[in-house]
């Protein structure tokens, strides 16, 4: 599982074994967990799942590092599992 970015405590991750739809990042952050999904150029990235819960400031945080990275982090995830894998 790489962690495709890395900034302010939060690790973005792309898990490179079975994944399941919608196209989305792990983000943790000191031993928090949440899944985001990446939306398109259309469709800003949501949240999709909780693990251990984050802060209401953290949590808007990993949506907004998700933003901030979108176009890069789709590519990840289309590299990853390949360039035929149906983005939605």
Same mark, same amino acid.
């Given at each position: ?5 890395s ?10 074994g079975f994944?399941?739809?919608?196209p ?6 000191a ?7 990446l939306?398109?150029s259309q ?13 209401g ?21 289309? @590299?990853?599992h ?5 983005? @939605?």
């Amino acid at each position: 599982m790489p962690t495709v970015v890395s900034v302010d405590g939060f690790d973005l991750v792309i898990y490179t074994g079975f994944e399941h739809r919608p196209p989305h990042v792990h983000v943790f952050k000191a031993g928090q967990h949440l899944r985001v999904a990446l939306g398109d150029s259309q469709t800003y990235p949501f949240v999709i799942g909780k693990g251990n819960t984050m802060s209401g400031k953290d949590l808007v945080r990993a949506v907004r590092l998700v933003a901030e990275y979108q176009g890069s982090l789709i590519e990840t995830w289309r @590299r990853i599992h390949g360039p035929d894998c149906p983005y @939605r």
